[in-house]
């Protein structure tokens, strides 16, 4: 079973930047693609960006340009930094992770679903 486990949300004024971090227990072919989704309340949860085990990026067109997905291997975190934030950005962040699925042309995506979730770490930001 991956576990994993977010950090680095928090409280910041609109423009600000956040620079969120997840450490997977394991890698394994579950954790193939990895990547950042929300929820914001009352809504549903959206992925944010994602990340494949070549390092292939995909972003949701709501924060391509602001956030930028990365992972450090020889660390074995995951991070998201987020820059330019505006008060829709808001909600809780979670990190997951999944195997491979063939949709839309890749094998990981935002709109891909996902075998293992953080418990989330809430992003508040401020106008």
């Known amino acids: 079973q991956v576990q994993l486990v977010e950090s680095g949300g928090g409280s910041v004024q609109a423009g600000g930047s956040l620079r969120l971090s997840c450490a997977p227990s394991?890698?394994?072919?579950?954790?193939?693609?990895m990547g950042w989704f929300r929820q914001a309340p009352g809504k549903e949860r959206e992925g944010v960006a994602v990340?494949?085990?070549?390092?292939?990026?995909y972003y949701a067109d709501s924060v391509k340009g602001r956030f930028t997905i990365s992972k450090d291997n020889a660390k074995k975190t995951l991070y998201l930094q987020m820059n330019s934030l505006k008060p829709e950005d808001s909600g809780i962040y979670y990190c997951?992770?999944?195997?491979?699925?063939?949709?839309?042309?890749?094998?990981?995506?935002?709109?891909?679903?996902?075998?293992?979730w953080g418990k989330g770490t809430l992003v508040t930001i401020s106008s």
């Open positions: 997951a992770a999944g195997s491979p699925h063939w949709s839309g042309g890749s094998w990981c995506g935002v709109k891909n679903g996902m075998d293992h």
């Open positions: 394991v890698y394994t072919y579950s954790t193939f693609c």
């Open positions: 990340i494949d085990n070549d390092g292939s990026t």
